[in-house]
């Protein structure tokens, strides 16, 4: 690790205002010092932001929840109130990384983990997401975990979040103060594609620090379910993950919500497939049809083809464990 | 150095002073801010009982307790430690007394080369304090942040389950 300077403020706004281009927040560390010991971001400054006041869940006033950026990924995982309302969230929460790491991540870095990309990860070769223009060798090179939605030309790299997969689905919503303010940024719009500009994975600004994540009051906490498929039982990355959740009335399909992860540089939510499923019976063909009209934009690379069968099994396992989710014992 | 921090130019680079609680005992470090854990406690504190295995979170073998929460000591930066209760392997036995799960960890022949078992048992008490695991599948998955390249994980299973069992 290149050497760094240090400071831990205690406020928010004291440290947007200690940012800038050459500084990164630091929480859990858990993504960022594995970047640093790579040499893949070298900060001149950490602001360790592990002192703000961010640490609480609080209920908000239109039913909804409000999560602090720093609470751990093992304190909302298994925080009573999350495990009631939102289940989906507990379980993709600890479908991701280990128990250590959870205990250590926060709400906010999970959201700012960057790809996995192989190459990405290795400072010695090209990379249009480390250095701007280089090239992307993983078009043409091994590509077995990279997009098969929404890609570019320039970077072909998937977003490797479990946690942002269920919040895609359950509609969360990033709250951001800068130097400029506070904004509420819609989770769908938080993450981008990577287009013509694959360096940058989001709309935070440098000098913005995520405060909480919000979650909306719904109904959908007895029928969801998220299934994480990977190549080892546990600890590994999603080659591809749906998060699936639905309203039920009897049979009928009142609200549904559908994400997935590692098939995307964003958790892949489409709002044209959940208002299809809505008015519908639940049935094989019904959630069929739905990853039929999910992936029919799908574009393989040389290795990952299997992802579009994956996904689109994933996708109809996923809803129908949801469809039956609240019968369980 | 291009860019350099607001208002920070040309600042040398300084060390911090942290206290931490370090196996029951109260210490005053100084530490410079790229420091990780695992390397404090390695090479500047001879406690060499954490592993550094991979070095990125990867392997678990450098798993110690953190305010009685297991974490990996590679990825946390010595100087983010300032104010804490930290408990390494060598820290979890009473005396001559072995903590319940190191002396299950015998009895069960749960290692071969050793080489991941501190970060094992730190994390075995790690699980045992969080109360999530309530049965074999549970202690495989809620383990699974720990490898073994020998392949003892049955016999770590069963010195768990004996101590989670023995648990009210
Ligand atoms: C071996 C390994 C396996 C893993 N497996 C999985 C997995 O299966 N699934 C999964 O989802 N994740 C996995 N992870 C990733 C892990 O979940 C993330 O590293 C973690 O969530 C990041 O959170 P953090 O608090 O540690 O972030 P940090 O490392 O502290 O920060 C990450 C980034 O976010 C910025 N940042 C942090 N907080 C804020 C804030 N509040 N406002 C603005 N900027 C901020 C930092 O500047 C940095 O750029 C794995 C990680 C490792 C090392
Ligand atoms: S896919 Fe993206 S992150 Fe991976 S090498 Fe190409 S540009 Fe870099
Ligand atoms: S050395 Fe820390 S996890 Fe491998
Ligand atoms: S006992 Fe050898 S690595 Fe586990």
Redesign the pocket.
């Known amino acids: 690790m290149n050497p760094f300077h240090y400071s831990r403020p205690t406020g928010v706004q004291e440290a947007v205002h200690l940012s800038s281009a050459a500084s990164?927040?630091?929480?859990?560390?858990?993504?960022?010092?594995?970047?640093m010991k790579e040499n893949i971001?070298r900060?001149e400054h950490l602001i360790d932001?592990t002192g703000?006041p961010?640490h609480d869940i609080q209920q908000t006033s239109s039913g909804g929840l409000l999560i602090g950026?720093?609470v751990?990924?093992a304190d909302l995982a298994w925080h009573p109130l999350i495990e009631q309302r939102y289940p989906l969230l507990s379980q993709?929460?600890l479908?991701?990384?280990?128990p250590q790491?959870?205990n250590?991540?926060?709400?906010?870095?999970?959201?700012?983990?960057?790809t996995r990309c192989y190459y990405f990860y290795d400072a010695t070769v090209p990379c249009n997401k480390r250095e701007p223009g280089s090239g992307c060798p993983a078009r043409t090179g091994l590509n077995r975990i990279h997009a098969i939605l929404g890609a570019s030309e320039q970077c072909v790299a998937t977003h490797?979040?479990?946690?942002?997969v269920a919040l895609a689905a359950l509609a969360a919503r990033v709250h951001?103060e800068g130097r400029g303010g506070a904004r509420i940024i819609e989770f769908a719009d938080f993450h981008r594609l990577p287009g013509d500009t694959p360096q940058r994975d989001n709309l935070?600004a440098d000098d913005?620090?995520?405060?909480a994540v919000e979650l909306p009051a719904d109904n959908l906490a007895s029928h969801s379910n998220y299934l994480?498929i990977?190549d080892r039982a546990s600890?590994?990355?999603?080659l591809v993950s749906v998060a699936a959740a639905l309203e039920l009335d009897g049979d009928r399909i009142i609200d549904a919500r559908l994400a997935l992860?590692g098939v995307a540089h964003k958790p892949w939510r489409d709002r044209a497939v959940e208002a299809g499923l809505i008015g519908q019976v639940v049935s094989r063909e019904t959630f069929s049809q739905a990853a039929d009209a999910l992936l029919q934009d799908a574009e393989p690379l040389e290795h990952n083809g299997f992802k579009i069968k994956l996904a689109r099994r994933g996708i109809i396992r996923a809803l129908s464990d949801a469809a039956v989710a609240g019968e369980r014992p | 150095m291009s860019a350099t921090p607001n208002g920070a130019a040309a600042q040398p680079f300084v060390s911090h002073s942290i206290r931490l609680s370090l196996n029951g005992q109260d210490r005053q470090l100084d530490v410079l801010p790229w420091t990780t854990l695992l390397d404090l406690l390695r090479e500047q504190l001879d406690l060499v009982g954490s592993k550094k295995g991979c070095d990125?979170?990867?392997c678990g073998a450098c798993t110690v307790l953190r305010d009685g929460k297991r974490i990996?000591a590679c990825?946390t930066l010595a100087v983010m430690c300032d104010g804490a209760e930290l408990t390494t392997i060598e820290g979890l036995a009473d005396g001559d007394q072995l903590h319940p799960m190191q002396q299950a960890f015998i009895k069960h022949d749960a290692f071969q080369c050793g080489y991941c078992t501190p970060g094992q048992i730190c994390s075995a008490v790690g699980l045992a304090n969080e109360g999530r695991a309530h049965d074999t599948a549970q202690i495989q998955e809620l383990m699974s942040g720990n490898l073994c390249r020998c392949g003892a994980y049955s016999n770590i299973r069963a010195a768990i389950e004996e101590v989670l069992e023995g648990k009210p």
């Not at chain 1, 906010?108 to 960057?114: A, I, K, V, Y």
């Not at chain 1, 490797?160 to 942002?164: K, L, N, Q, T």
């Not at chain 1, 600890?235 to 999603?238: G, V």
């Open positions: 990164r927040f630091i929480a859990g560390g858990t993504n960022l010092l594995d970047l971001s900060p932001i703000l961010l950026a720093l751990s990924n993709a929460i479908a991701g990384a280990s790491l959870r250590m991540a926060s709400t906010g870095g999970n959201l700012l983990q960057r490797p979040s479990d946690m942002c951001v935070l913005e620090l995520i405060t994480k990977r600890y590994a990355f999603a992860g | 990125h979170g990867q990996n990825l």
